[in-house]
C-alpha cells in the first residue's frame, strides 16, 4: 500500500511537470521586463577612473551614455532577437529590456575628456582626473 501511495506521488509530480511543459514558458526573465541593470566594475589608476559594465549582446548604439550636473548616466536597452522563431525555450535566464545607471562624478573628474568603449560585451568608460592646476605668482607693482 505504501508503495502504491509513493508511485501515485511520484506520478503527479510527473503529470505537474509535463503540465507546465505544456503550458509553454515565459520568454520574460523572472525579475520582470526592464529590470536589469549592467554589473559594474569600477577602478582607480593614478590618471583616471574606470567603469567596466557587463554589456552582452549590446551594439554601441544601443548605448547612451551622457554627463548631467556632474552624473555620468548610462542608458540602453537589450532587446530579445532570438533566431530560433520555431523553438520552444523552457528557460530564460538573460536579462532584456531598458536599463540606466545614475553615477556622481566628484570635482576631480575632467568631465570634457571622458571616453567610452564598447568591445566584447565590455563597455567601458573612462574618467581621467583633472590635472593639478598651475599656479601663478603675481608681481605686486608699487
Known sequence: ??????????LAAIELQ???IAEGPSLLPERGPG???????IYETAKEFVLMAEAPGLKSEEIDIQVIDRQLILRGERRWESEAHAEH?????????????????????DVDHI????????????????????GKQIEVKG
Open 1 to 10: 500500500m505504501a508503495n502504491m501511495r509513493g508511485l501515485l506521488n511520484d
Open 18 to 20: 509535463l503540465a507546465k
Open 35 to 41: 529590470n536589469w541593470s549592467p554589473a559594474v566594475d
Open 89 to 109: 525555450f523552457h528557460r530564460i535566464e538573460s536579462a532584456y529590456g531598458k536599463f540606466e545607471r545614475t553615477f556622481n562624478l566628484s570635482e576631480g573628474i
Open 115 to 134: 571616453s567610452a568603449e564598447l568591445a566584447d560585451g565590455i563597455l567601458r568608460v573612462v574618467l581621467p582626473k583633472r590635472t593639478a592646476a598651475s
